[in-house]
């Protein structure tokens, strides 16, 4: 079945620091992937996407590639802010070859970023 | 325009009672999925409701139930409540066109707590 694998928290980083969050994911078809984050007690929002293999997804500072032939969407900013301190959570939403439903994501475990000033 | 809206934000209830948690969409949104959110789990899929008709459907027991409403409000339904349902319970909505890719967007969800 479909999943994804996001690398396990908490990460904790020094404002300003490069961060990266590895994202893998296992499905059939061609599915959308997706950057969440969730802020402390509010719901999660969406902070990048890529509906196709080689997109970039980017918002805020940070980007995201769909790379199909390594099935990986990793999370990227050149530099944190304590404000960027939250969870992040990667998703797939399993689709046809001509788009499809989103309301059923698949999310990963969700990876807790603390950044220290 | 509003966000997505869901109420109430917190619930305590004992075991074997049961529970309606409601939510309304963003206006303009024909599609509602709702989400459990445990430390253990993670985010699960429980079902999603599109033009009152409920259109995909995840792994969780039958005393898990929703409905949609005309309006695209919705609401679910747990019955028989055990401890193990206490978990922050996410709605989402997007306008459910699939040429379009629409994003979800979620509300800040309703923790439910059993006792």
């Known amino acids: 079945g479909n999943s994804v694998t996001q690398m396990e928290g908490p990460v904790t980083l020094s404002e300003e620091a490069f961060l990266t969050i590895n994202c893998t994911y296992t499905?059939?078809?061609?599915?959308?992937l997706f950057w969440y984050v969730q802020y402390p007690g509010e719901g999660l929002q969406l902070l990048l996407k890529?509906?196709?293999?080689?997109d970039k997804g980017s918002n805020k500072g940070f980007e995201a590639t769909y790379r199909k032939e390594t099935t990986s969407f990793h999370l990227e900013k050149g530099s944190v802010q304590v404000s960027d301190s939250a969870v992040y959570f990667c998703?797939?939403?399993?689709?046809?070859?001509?788009?499809?439903?989103?309301?059923?994501?698949?999310f990963g475990k969700g990876t807790k970023l603390s950044v220290k000033p | 325009k509003a966000g997505v809206t869901q109420t109430p934000r917190y619930l305590i209830k004992t075991r074997g009672q049961q529970v309606t948690l409601s939510c309304s969409p963003i206006?303009?949104?024909?599609?509602v999925s709702w989400y459990q959110q445990t430390p253990g789990q993670g985010l699960q899929f429980l079902f999603e409701?599109?033009?009152?008709?409920?259109?995909n459907k995840g792994n969780f027991p039958g005393r898990f139930s929703g409905r949609q409403f005309s309006n695209s409000r919705s609401e679910m339904n747990v019955s028989t409540l055990e401890l193990g349902d206490s978990a922050l319970y996410l709605c989402?909505?997007?306008?459910?066109?699939?040429?379009?890719?629409?994003?979800?967007?979620f509300g800040n969800g309703t923790r439910l707590t059993v006792t």
């Open positions: 998703a797939l939403s399993d689709k046809g070859d001509y788009g499809g439903s989103q309301g059923n994501l698949i």
């Open positions: 499905a059939t078809g061609y599915p959308s």
């Open positions: 890529a509906t196709k293999a080689d």
């Open positions: 206006s303009g949104h024909r599609s």
């Open positions: 409701y599109f033009s009152e008709t409920q259109r």
């Open positions: 989402a909505s997007h306008y459910g066109d699939e040429a379009y890719n629409s994003p979800l967007h």
